[in-house]
T-cell receptor, first 113, second 109 residues
Framework: SAVISQKPSRDICQRGTSLTIQCQVD?????MFWYRQQPGQSLTLIATANQGSEATYESGFVIDKFPISRPNLTFSTLTVSNMSPEDSSIYLC??????????FGSGTRLTVV | SQQGEEDPQALSIQEGENATMNCSYKTSINNLQWYRQNSGRGLVHLIL?????REKHSGRLRVTLDTSKKSSSLLITASRAADTASYFC?????????FGKGTRLSVIA
């Protein structure tokens, strides 16, 4: 089963700045998924990251705000750009493992002040 | 929105009791999955039930799926204080995983 290393685990950032979150998977995967979990809420899919192509963004999320990189089959980054307090959330990456569901990174708890 | 609903939103029980959480969804699915999240950390996959299955067991967990009603339930038997967490259902079809709103379970020792 895949293991995902996600970092940073948490950060406190000033508004207007950007934060890049990294996820490293211990095996090659075609697609990686990025989710946002706002305080007290469920998970919402931000985008699907495919290696070698542009990420596919869900409604309400745009590339300028959440640029994603996928340089190879084991790594992806999500950047939260020009942050505001409304971006304070937990951000999680995940990969699909077929019959075993999805494996998630441990999450990045972002606070924007 | 394709997001499903879960009820109850919060559940508080005594240790040893059973906990039942329900989930409804809106679209056709390939499978339905249940996840657990402790204190806003990463999610842990508990169990996956395919659309052609009606019931599945894993340890103290029992999941049912009724595709005609577009609903599922998660039963945790003989609950323990360590079961305290948020539980989410999520369904997969032609789209990536879509999560329900979750149930916060508190098991009191």
């Amino acid at each position: 089963s895949a293991v995902i290393s996600q970092k940073p685990s948490r950060d406190i950032c000033q508004r207007g700045t950007s934060l890049t979150i990294q996820c490293q998977v211990d095996s090659q995967v075609t697609m990686m998924f990025w989710y946002r979990q706002q305080p007290g809420q469920s998970l919402t899919l931000i985008a699907t990251a495919n290696q070698g192509s542009e990420a596919t963004y869900e409604s309400g999320f745009v590339i300028d705000k959440f640029p994603i990189s996928r340089p190879n089959l084991t790594f992806s980054t999500l950047t939260v750009s020009n942050m505001s307090p409304e971006d304070s959330s937990i951000y999680l990456c995940s990969v699909e493992r077929g019959s075993y569901g999805y494996t998630f990174g441990s999450g990045t708890r972002l606070t924007v002040v | 929105s394709q997001q499903g609903e879960e009820d109850p939103q919060a559940l508080s029980i005594q240790e040893g009791e059973n906990a039942t959480m329900n989930c409804s969804y809106k679209t056709s699915i390939n499978n339905l999955q249940w996840y657990r999240q402790n204190s806003g950390r990463g999610l842990v996959h508990l169990i996956l039930i395919r659309s052609n299955e009606r019931e599945k067991h894993s340890g103290r967990l029992r999941v049912t799926l009724d595709t005609s009603k577009k609903s599922s339930s998660l039963l945790i038997t003989a609950s323990r204080a360590a079961d305290t967490a948020s539980y989410f259902c999520a369904h997969s079809g032609n789209t990536p995983l879509v999560f329900g709103k979750g149930t916060r379970l508190s098991v009191i020792a």
